[in-house]
């Protein structure tokens, strides 16, 4: 990390440690408080992600940019620690991965076979990485740090852009995902008196870790809007994966789609879903997991969606009024995931962005257009409504058996 990064950081950091909550709306009308996770730890390491290096910079930076960050409750991120680790991860994955952190350097090969392993994940899409465990704890940190902030009710929204890792399970990485901080975040919540909780996941790919680590327990309904086909990653989230057990059945709720889902489309089929919910389930606190790779530009190249559609997915979450926790998550275009975090931000704060991207520290990643918004894609959307019909018949049945 240069020298003018690190100068950046410290003018950041007191940026966000000096700001105070926004309470109150123009004309006295009460706001809801929203808070912001952050940490320079937090910061550096996820800067490093292989995947996404450099991403973590371009969204904070663009929020700051808007003003949106003073306008937040300061939430300090603090990293996990081993017992909270062993909450979800077994000792063995630990270990390891420990072990691949103390003994690499940033200079060492990352093919190396002494840091690779296929027992743990360790290889291809998670490479081993210096200070690996750190990593992990500050990742994992950060969501339990926002959930905390719910369950002590210093903020009514608590937004963490760097966590939303939902691929990784108990003794292994997977899917870029190290460690599975929205796990974390949930078990950090059912210990502190909630004990229904919503899962919703808008990334392209089916939240496979989460769901799992819940599929026996009725306190925690897990809802993924996916695309799902032959040979996608990671393979899972048919309607009829609904989870397991006299209590976890019907509690797994998955939303496979094919390519080309346009926001009218997307839109629709969400708040279809999650009126029948609201109807089923009695939701005491929401966390939204909002995975940006469906964005037309996104190198997955998969759906169809644009800034508007994620927003208005979020808008009906805020309108629920329960306590709410926003994460990140995927986003391989680092431009467009920026600008559509930033959206939801302002969503969570009510207010109005400007469609020009202010002057800041990262201003030259957004040419040529310079703007915030983002195109819809012209792929032929491969969803029939004879298709999302069948989808919802047999999302409505599932969610018919639950019994609150």
């Given amino acids: 990390m240069s020298e ?96 691949v952190g103390q003994n690499m350097t940033e200079d060492e090969d990352q093919t190396d076979e002494e840091f690779i392993s296929d027992e743990f994940g360790i290889g291809y899409d998670c490479p081993p990485l210096p200070q690996l465990y750190d990593l992990m704890t500050h990742i994992a940190g950060s969501s339990i740090s926002a959930a905390d902030a719910i369950a002590t009710k210093r903020c009514d929204i608590a937004i963490n852009w760097f966590g939303g890792w939902h691929h990784s399970q108990r003794d292994e990485a997977s899917g870029y995902c190290y460690t599975n901080d929205i796990v974390f975040a949930i078990l950090h919540l059912l210990s502190h008196g909630f004990d229904k909780v919503l899962y919703v996941d808008l990334d392209l790919h089916h939240s496979d870790g989460v769901e799992n680590a819940f599929a026996h327990s009725n306190k925690v309904l897990t809802l993924s809007f996916h695309k799902y086909e032959m040979g996608f990653f990671p393979g899972t989230g048919h309607t009829s994966d609904v989870g397991f057990g006299s209590k976890g059945r019907y509690h797994s709720i998955n939303i496979p789609l094919n390519d080309g889902i346009t926001d009218e489309c997307y839109v629709d089929l969400f708040k279809k879903v999650m009126d029948r919910i609201q109807l089923c389930y ?114 409505f049945k599932n969610l018919s058996f639950i019994n609150n």
Avoid at 6 to 35: F, M, Q, S, W
Avoid at 337 to 346: F, G
Avoid at 364 to 372: H, I, M, Q, V
Wanted: with cysteine; hydrophobic share 35%.
């Fill in 4 to 99: 003018q990064i690190h100068h950046l950081l410290d003018t950041i950091i007191d940026k966000v440690c000096d700001n105070e909550a926004i309470e109150t709306a123009p004309g006295g009308r009460v706001k809801r408080t929203v808070g912001y996770v952050f940490s320079k730890q937090l910061f550096l390491h996820c800067n490093r992600l292989p995947k996404v290096k450099g991403r973590a910079l371009l969204v904070h930076e663009l929020i700051r940019a808007y003003g949106l960050i003073e306008k937040c409750r300061p939430i300090e991120s603090i990293a996990a620690n081993d017992c909270q680790m062993r909450s979800f991860h077994s000792q063995e994955f630990l270990d390891f991965v420990r072990k």
């Fill in 282 to 395: 009695k939701t005491q606190v929401i966390v939204c997991q909002s995975g940006a790779d469906g964005l037309n530009g996104d190198p997955m190249n998969a759906f169809n969606l644009t800034i508007d559609g994620y927003s208005e997915c979020i808008k009906y979450l805020i309108s629920m009024n329960k306590p709410l926790i926003l994460v990140g998550g995927g986003g391989y275009h680092l431009m467009n995931t920026a600008r559509l975090w930033t959206a939801l931000t302002a969503c969570a704060l009510n207010e109005t962005l400007d469609d020009d991207i202010p002057d800041h520290s990262c201003f030259l990643a957004y040419r040529p257009s310079y703007e915030l918004h983002i195109e819809a894609g012209l792929r032929p959307n491969l969803n029939s409504k004879q298709y999302i019909d069948s989808v919802l018949d047999k999302t």
